[in-house]
């Protein structure tokens, strides 16, 4: 029996496709809101629920791990139900799990809806993304997959994060998920209107359930070891230490099953004789680490330093949301109009986000939102140049047979990239901090002049307002203090923003590396199969009777060699 997706396009009529793309874009959205539900939201959650840190962190790891696990398993759920009802039953479990998750404040119960929205939204940007490459022209994907980032990574990057703020400050957390319902039956809605690729025969595989429960563990262990880590210690807490050593276990057993299952097994290895798919898939790390990294920082800077409200944090990153969108529109008009290759656009990028970086790690505690708000710019101008290019070099190039675990593997791999990066900064933060006020502290004792005279100043200040004087002395004591606590977080966080800069200025010369490595690599196995190809009809002798055999211009003889079937399709497209 067999079953899957097949690579026509559906312009036949304009307006049913216009009516998919938008379904598709609204159904990423609801689940741009439900991953970034926790992150302004944590402490009045904290409070509603009673939960404690260890309790609350499984609301965290319930959403991402099982996300992770949508990811890997969406290929196989495309190749046995229809795409679009596929879509559509996520978006309305994400719907309906967001829907419950407003009316309750049960712990247990909550994490059982994120694992749910986590689950679905996972397969909702694999379909999502999927579907819009198979059901058009790879000639229109610079605009059309432009579209699909502005839900997928612009949402959750800027809009998310501003709507969530107004709705703290005006209504409640819950108002949050309730967002979301109204989104998710609006995708539903449309994605039921519109037309859809039909199924085509393919190999259908059966289930690897063995391979499925190992990437699970995995997924499981390292994605609470890099979200918990830097509050634990990391491996000074035996929990951490084991979850790493099983996850470790846990990934080689599957990479090591996947290799013995010889092409039946979860992962597709045929992904990787791409070039183009293996160099992005490597960058997904990096890209993911500086686009979640600086969605960290930038928030917790304002939150933490300038003491910003939820609502003006999450209006911060809203400007650069417009560039972003800019950008990945700019980008797709020069490589969709213009022809220009996406890897042109990635230098930009990378220079762009570098900059606003740099730029951002000289914020003081009397910066304002008019001080950081050039570099936020710069900053969604340069994601919005890397991520379009990233994204059309990762698939362009992909069969329709492994198209849906390519987005799959390489969003697993953009998203663990952000889970390291985040962990990393953390870590950074927390132990500058500690560092930063030893050092301060130090030389801020009662025999320096200049500490003496702030404290007499400030103890005067304050008696003069009615305070006693005594008390007035150890307030002034206290203040100092204080002081020296945010001006240490001050400077943890300029640290911070350096080291997301100097990410890239590490990983670039690397990444050039890797493909050149990867050129050379690919070029000579190419050779070596060309030679092997001349050299088998030399063994082979003619006879008499042997008569040639032409291809038939309509025969499967004509596909190319990488077995895309919308090569032939767009080939026989009018010019």
């Not at 099982?66 to 309305?92: C, D, E, H, T, Y």
């Not at 070039?275 to 993911?288: K, L, M, N, R």
């Not at 945010?486 to 640290?495: L, N, P, R, Y």
Request: net charge neutral; charged share 10%.
């Amino acid at each position: 029996m067999t079953a899957a997706l097949v690579a026509t396009p559906c312009l036949d009529r304009p307006a049913t496709g216009t009516l998919l793309v938008a379904g598709i874009v609204l159904a990423t959205l609801t689940e741009a809101i439900a991953s970034t539900a926790l992150s302004l939201g944590r402490g009045d959650i904290i409070g509603d629920t009673y939960a404690t840190p260890d309790e609350f962190a499984w609301l965290d790891v319930g959403y991402t791990a099982p996300k992770l696990i949508g990811f890997m398993a969406a290929a196989w759920l495309m190749n046995r139900m229809n795409p679009r009802s596929l879509i559509v039953g996520s978006a309305l479990v994400m719907g309906a799990a967001c829907a419950i998750a407003a009316i309750t404040a049960r712990l247990d119960l909550l994490v059982l809806l994120r694992v749910m929205q986590g689950f679905s939204g996972g397969i909702l940007l694999v379909a999502g993304q999927a579907i819009i490459f198979l059901a058009y022209p790879r000639r229109h994907q610079p605009i059309l997959q432009a579209l699909f980032a502005m839900g997928a990574v612009v949402a959750p990057a800027t809009i998310a994060p501003a709507l969530q703020g107004w709705l703290l400050d005006s209504q409640s957390w819950t108002w949050i998920f309730f967002s979301a319902v109204p989104v998710a039956l609006a995708a539903a809605g449309l994605l039921l209107l519109a037309d859809c690729p039909a199924p085509v025969k393919v190999a259908r595989r059966p289930f690897d359930w063995l391979g499925f429960s190992l990437v699970s563990a995995t997924l499981y262990c390292f994605t609470y070891v890099f979200s918990q880590g830097s509050r634990w210690d990391w491996f000074e807490e035996s929990r951490i230490l084991w979850l790493t050593v099983i996850g470790t276990a846990a990934l080689l057993a599957f990479i090591g099953q996947q290799a013995m299952a010889k092409g039946q097994g979860l992962l597709d290895f045929t992904l990787f004789r791409s070039e183009d798919f293996s160099f992005a898939f490597i960058v997904s790390f990096v890209a993911g680490a500086a686009l979640f990294g600086s969605a960290f920082l930038i928030p917790s800077f304002a939150v933490s330093v300038l003491a910003l409200t939820p609502t003006d944090a999450g209006l911060l990153l809203l400007p650069s949301g417009a560039l972003f969108i800019g950008a990945l529109l700019i980008a797709a008009f020069l490589m969709q109009v213009r022809r220009v290759p996406p890897i042109a656009t990635v230098p930009f990028g990378i220079l762009m986000i570098m900059v606003a970086m740099w730029m951002l790690s000289g914020s003081t505690i009397e910066s304002g939102a008019d001080d950081m708000m050039p570099a936020i710019l710069l900053r969604g101008l340069g994601l919005g140049f890397l991520f379009l290019s990233i994204t059309l070099i990762a698939f362009s190039k992909l069969n329709d047979q492994n198209l849906a675990s390519g987005i799959g593997l390489f969003n697993t791999g953009r998203q663990f990239g952000g889970l390291m990066g985040v962990a990393w900064l953390q870590t950074l933060i927390e132990n500058n901090v500690a560092a930063n006020v030893a050092v301060l502290g130090a030389n801020v004792t009662a025999g320096i002049p200049a500490v003496s005279e702030r404290l007499a100043t400030t103890t005067t200040m304050l008696a003069g307002k009615g305070m006693d004087p005594v008390a007035a002395g150890l307030a002034a004591t206290s203040l100092l203090g204080r002081a020296v606590a945010g001006q240490s977080t001050v400077i943890a966080f300029d640290t911070a923003f350096n080291a997301v800069a100097l990410l890239f200025v590490i990983a670039a010369p690397v990444l050039v590396a890797i493909k050149i490595g990867l050129s050379r690599y690919m070029r000579k196995r190419t050779e070596q199969s060309s030679l092997e190809l001349t050299a088998v009809p030399m063994l082979i002798a003619p006879t008499p009777d042997m008569t040639p055999s032409w291809p038939s211009p309509n025969l499967a003889s004509n596909v190319p060699v990488d077995g895309n079937p919308r090569q032939v399709e767009e080939a026989r497209l009018p010019a």
